[in-house]
């Protein structure tokens, strides 16, 4: 027996020895391949690149992982307390692993394996920084060996403010968070300082799982696992009761970020065009995971109202031209909302619907007759369009003509029809235009919806500093999702009319006065292979001898031909090149009337140096960019000031910061430009449209193009140019009569008008060498005595007001002494004006 016994104990420690010695070879070999941990000493992980408007408010966001990074000593207390307390409550006293964790782990591990659940691992914070860094996520024995390696390592390399410094900036936390501050901001728009007990408990909380913890689809798991961990804060003493009561008796108060781009639908033209820059100057991997710091030059107030406005007023122009059917049709069953969700997806991912277009919904009609059509959503909610709310909808045939009046709604809508609508949340519907001012609407229907569709037509707006160049607002599209294209930037379109005042620019810069005379009357001159016979907006009218003032504000396009050619196409070609208005102008007259290609960023660039004295201005997005450590690496403004960096005050002078713009124009011709240009929005053919918008001075040119394909208007109050374009994008007609009047001029004036709404009205600047001279406005002399129509008109210093120089018929070319090859394909430019 004691034979047997001690066989036996000499047979098992040989086996302990045995196993004791394989394990420590095992470990051994294991140690030999662990990873590099101490490359975690210079952890730099890929970060979020934020996009700043000039006010400092958010923008955009691009990354590939939504992250920010934030030192340990940044982060406050009862942050960093809330996720020890919940995942690691001997975080502070262990060295890397905590075998009574691990014991309790496997013990739970067998109720899991029964109950087929995830097993636990009973991983310190060390060893969830070891696996998230260096290792897999794989649930191998192997895995879990190499974790606790590494971890023992780390808590002998690394102070413990260190690991959880990682752990914080690297744990993933939903809603497209990677550590931390990405979760302070997406959850709850707050930065870590901000963040309260309970906030700060519910981050702490979703760790084990994000999804099973969503604030808004498992909102009472929520709230029990985030006052869990309130618990686990006051029983560790990170709190008191009274902190703990209070915290619990907080809503959760969490919310879903939108996705990473662009934080507003106003800012996604604007915040593409930022992307692209970005790219440009220092590659695609510095801006998703350089977590640069971007300052750019967007006033948000304005954007939005930029957005608004062109939407609303694209909208306004479609309806005017009829209803043009549905976006789609589907088969309407007992299981119509979900397959009308189907449809939805499905239509997003065409670019027929997008996301952006809210409060627009997309719908489906269930059934329509006279009074009304009933619609539902996807998310089984019914409504109704009453009839009053879709006259608009009469059949689009062309763009100038349309079906007959809607009577009924079963003559629009049919069931099975998917479009958008918009809930009606005025008290009453709308009046008739012809309606008197005293009568009475109906009521509204309860739970109306009016039909809408998304415009055909498109457009732009861009509002610039004049003095900097500092873009303001820009809007490219009516929506980002359904077109990506930026129609103030990409689209390159002839300017009608809105060209005339360089042409003028260059007029006055020769000798001519804007009260010189030019002759407006049938003008002929060669071209390539044809004669050039331009004529005014209304077919076969003149209007004879005018000044150059009203040859702008009546945009007579016969006498801009005629002073163009007494000017020289080679002189107006340079001089416009000063401007940056073109790459290619073609070298003929019709270029007087706007028939080379421009876009509507250049153009209104352009307008600016009319606007602040002829200085010529370089249109900026971006204003600065600083790296992740707060270094700036671009900056706009390059201009020195060493006067600047004074601490205190000690009775020096303000500092005086040199002007380094090119001076591209006289600046008494661009006052003399800019008066005439007033003039248009006072007197001429912007008058009816933006004159009466707003009491504070606005100057500005209409512009259109050749059967109506384009409409412009750009203009500017004396620190704010704006420019709006309006047309298709695969070039047609607006409609007769859709000139830039009456499409573009209307927008321009929303905008300015909310723009300006809180300014002072200060006039536009006079430099010195202007005089001022009261003149009859229809012959350009100095007006006399009591004499009526009189205003007062911008002279050089130099100028004779008495000694206008006169243009006629001597300027005019000869149509016999250069009569070209053939008189086939005669052009005739009506329209442009």
């Known amino acids: 027996m ?39 000493a210079e952890y730099a992980p890929p970060v ?8 400092g408010s958010l923008v955009a966001e691009f990354a590939r992982e939504r992250r920010l990074f934030v030192p340990i000593e940044a982060m406050p207390d009862h942050v960093k307390y809330a996720f020890v307390s919940a995942e690691d409550q001997s975080f502070y006293e262990h060295s890397g692993i905590d075998f009574r964790g691990l014991v309790r782990a496997q013990v739970s591990n067998i109720g899991n394996i029964l109950r087929g659940r995830r097993l636990e691992g009973g991983s310190t914070i060390t060893q969830q920084v070891a696996k998230n860094f260096l290792l897999t996520s794989e649930q191998k024995v192997e895995r879990k060996l190499r974790e606790m390696l590494i971890a023992r390592k780390m808590e002998r390399t690394f102070t413990k403010d260190h690991i959880l410094e990682l752990y914080l900036n690297e744990i993933y936390l939903g809603n497209r968070s ?47 696992r985030r006052n869990y961990v309130i618990g686990r804060l006051e029983a560790d003493g990170r709190i008191t009761p009274e902190e703990a009561a209070e915290a619990e008796a907080q809503p959760l108060g969490a919310h879903i970020a939108p996705p990473l781009g662009a934080r507003d639908w106003t800012m996604e033209y604007f915040a593409e065009e930022v992307r692209k820059q970005i790219v440009d100057l220092y590659g695609v991997e510095a801006l998703y995971d350089g977590g640069l710091a971007v300052r750019t030059s967007v006033d948000p107030n304005l954007q939005t109202k930029a957005g608004e406005v062109l939407r609303r007023w694209l909208v306004t122009y479609d309806q005017r031209h009829g209803w043009r059917g549905a976006i789609a049709t589907m088969e309407v069953g007992d299981d119509w909302a979900e397959a009308l969700s189907a449809n939805v997806d499905q239509l997003k991912n065409a670019r027929k619907l997008s996301d952006d277009m809210a409060p627009w919904r997309p719908a489906v009609v269930l059934s329509s007759n006279d009074s009304a059509a009933e619609i539902g959503f996807p998310d089984g909610e ?92 820009m809007v490219g599209g009516f929506s980002f999702q359904l077109s990506e294209f930026n129609r103030a930037i990409q689209a390159e379109r002839q300017p009608g009319s809105t060209f005339k005042p360089f042409v003028y620019s260059v007029a006055l810069d020769s000798g001519y006065t804007p009260s010189s005379i030019v002759l407006d009357a049938p003008f002929v001159a060669p071209s390539l292979d044809s004669w050039y016979k331009p004529g005014n907006y209304i077919e076969g009218r003149y209007y004879g001898p005018s000044t150059l003032r009203l040859g702008v504000e009546q945009s007579r396009n016969a006498m801009t031909a005629r002073l163009a050619q007494d000017l020289g196409i080679g002189r107006i070609m340079e001089y416009v090149e000063r401007f940056k208005l073109s790459d290619h102008l073609p070298r003929e007259l019709a270029i007087s009337l706007g028939a080379g290609e421009t876009t509507l960023m250049k153009i209104t660039a352009a307008y600016s140096v009319f606007d602040n004295g002829g200085k010529r201005v370089e249109p900026v997005l971006i204003d600065r960019i600083q790296d992740r450590t707060g270094k700036t690496i671009y900056k706009r403004d390059t201009r020195e000031c060493s006067a600047c960096n004074a601490t205190i005050w000690s009775g020096q002078s303000e500092p ?25 929005v006072v007197r001429g053919t912007a008058a009816r449209t933006v004159g009466g918008a707003t009491d504070k001075p606005l100057a500005g040119k209409t512009g259109t193009t050749n059967d109506y394909k384009d409409a412009w208007f750009v203009g500017f109050s004396p620190d704010i140019a704006a420019g709006v ?109």
């Open 2 to 40: 004691f034979k047997f016994v001690g066989v036996a104990f000499a047979a098992g420690a040989i086996g302990v020895i045995g196993v004791a010695g394989f394990t420590a070879w095992y470990l051994n070999e294991l140690n030999k391949d662990l990873p590099d941990y101490e490359q975690l």
């Open 178 to 224: 990677y550590g931390v501050a990405a979760a302070a901001l997406n959850y709850f728009d707050k930065s870590l300082d901000e963040l309260t007990i309970a906030e700060a408990s519910y981050l702490a909380a979703i760790t084990k799982g994000p999804s099973n913890y969503h604030p808004i689809d498992h909102e009472a798991r929520a709230v029990e």
């Open 382 to 473: 019914k409504a109704i369009v009453p009839v009053e709310l879709l006259r608009w909808a009469r059949a689009y045939i062309s763009a100038n003509d349309l079906g007959p009046e809607v009577t009924s709604a079963s003559s629009v809508l049919k069931s099975g029809d998917i479009v958008y609508v918009e809930k009606y949340g005025e008290t009453t519907l709308p009046k008739k235009d012809d309606a008197p001012a005293d009568a009475k609407a109906k009521p509204t229907p309860e739970n109306s919806y009016a039909l809408r569709q998304a415009p055909a037509v498109n457009g732009g707006l861009i509002a610039i500093d004049p003095h900097t160049g500092r873009v303001l607002a």
């Open 656 to 680: 005086q910061i040199p002007d380094t713009r090119e001076q591209v124009m006289d600046p008494r011709t661009a006052y003399q430009i800019t008066s005439i240009l007033e003039g248009v």
């Open 48 to 55: 979020t690149t934020r996009v700043y408007a000039g006010d």
């Open 725 to 833: 374009y309006v047309g298709f994008d695969m070039p047609q007609t607006l409609g007769q009569g859709e000139a830039g009047g009456t499409v573009a001029a209307p927008i321009f004036a929303a905008f300015m008008n909310e723009a300006l709404k809180d300014k002072a009205g200060i006039p536009f600047r006079v430099p010195s060498g202007v005089r001022l001279v009261r003149v009859n406005a229809r012959t350009g002399k100095p007006a006399g005595a009591g004499e009526t129509n009189v205003i007062l008109e911008a002279f050089k210093a130099e100028d004779d007001p008495n000694a206008s120089r006169v243009l006629d018929d001597d300027y005019t070319l000869d149509p016999l002494s250069a009569a070209p090859a053939s008189e086939e394909n005669n052009e005739d430019i009506n329209g442009l004006y």
